[in-house]
């Protein structure tokens, strides 16, 4: 496979995350991805989207989320931009891990799970808009 790339453009709504899993499962079927690679993108994709969703956004402003999958013969990427509130998730710390699950606190454990999952995370801010990366070097099945 050469390079491949497909694009979707969301408004924010209360099934954006679900539009956006929806597509991404297509592509892995379509492309007859790994059921690793299909599970890891998929989970790491749908907490970075909840999160957009639901902590990025003011009230009356005008959301948007733009996706781009990028596949090679080494590695896949999801490239995930939104116009929301400046937040760089590759420079918060993963909470520590609870002892029991009676112990655990919510939050930041989406993150430990992308950073496991995934070769690469990256973000920048440009023109306003968050850019994130999600890079697994697993290729797609042939």
């Given amino acids: 496979m050469s390079s491949k790339t497909d694009t979707l453009e969301l408004s ?4 954006t995350a679900t539009d956006a899993l929806y597509w991404l499962e297509h592509i892995a079927l379509r492309d007859r991805w790994s059921a690793r ?3 890891t ?3 790491c994709a749908d907490e970075a989207l909840n999160n957009i969703v639901s902590h990025a956004f003011t009230p009356g402003h005008p959301a948007a989320i ?3 999958l990028r596949q090679t013969r080494r590695e896949v990427s999801l490239h ?3 116009n929301g509130a400046a937040y760089d998730p590759t420079q918060a710390l993963s909470p520590p891990l609870a002892r029991s699950l009676d112990d655990a606190q919510p939050g930041g454990h989406g993150l430990r799970l992308m950073r496991h ?3 690469a995370l ?3 801010r440009r023109d306003g808009w968050n850019h994130l990366t999600l890079t697994s ?3 797609p099945e042939s």
Avoid: E, P
């Fill in 12 to 15: 924010v709504t209360a099934t």
């Fill in 137 to 139: 070097h697993s290729a």
């Fill in 66 to 68: 733009h996706l781009t």
């Fill in 37 to 39: 690679l299909r599970f």
């Fill in 80 to 82: 995930i931009a939104d």
């Fill in 122 to 124: 990256s973000y920048q």
């Fill in 41 to 43: 993108l998929t989970l």
């Fill in 117 to 119: 999952f995934m070769h």
